[in-house]
């Protein structure tokens, strides 16, 4: 599967950004368990949040509970990050990753979107 992310940027302390990541390939996208990881700089990559496309169940890291919201839209083989009260702490660069239901680890990722989140 190929991964495009978009939508990162320069956002205000407590304000909200969108990340959208469309998936292409032979493999139905209901096959898919998808996830979002983000990387600061001098820091290891940690996961944000994940979704099994099928049936729609999500996890999240206790630091974006209540803040960040990940979902599917299976018509257009997207997942999407809804983030709000954005924090400076939130600043990295976010990857979309997917991995087949079956197996356990993300095996795929996209290119990558740049979130800075000013105080």
């Known amino acids: 599967v190929q991964l495009q992310a978009s939508g990162g940027g320069l956002v205000q302390a407590g304000g909200s950004l969108r990340l959208s990541c469309v998936a292409s390939?032979?493999?139905?996208?209901?096959?898919?368990?998808m996830g979002w990881f983000r990387q600061a700089p001098g820091k290891e990559r940690e996961f944000v949040a994940s979704?099994?496309?099928?049936?729609?169940?999500?996890r999240y890291a206790d630091s974006v509970k209540g803040r960040f919201t990940i979902s599917r839209d299976s018509a257009k083989n997207t997942v999407l990050l809804q983030m709000n009260s954005l924090q400076p702490a939130d600043t990295a660069i976010y990857y979309c990753?997917?991995?087949?239901?079956?197996?356990?680890?993300?095996?795929?990722w996209g290119q990558g979107t740049q979130v800075t989140v000013s105080s």
């Open positions: 990753a997917a991995r087949l239901i079956w197996t356990d680890n993300f095996n795929s």
């Open positions: 390939g032979r493999t139905s996208f209901s096959r898919y368990h």
């Open positions: 979704i099994s496309v099928s049936s729609g169940t999500t």
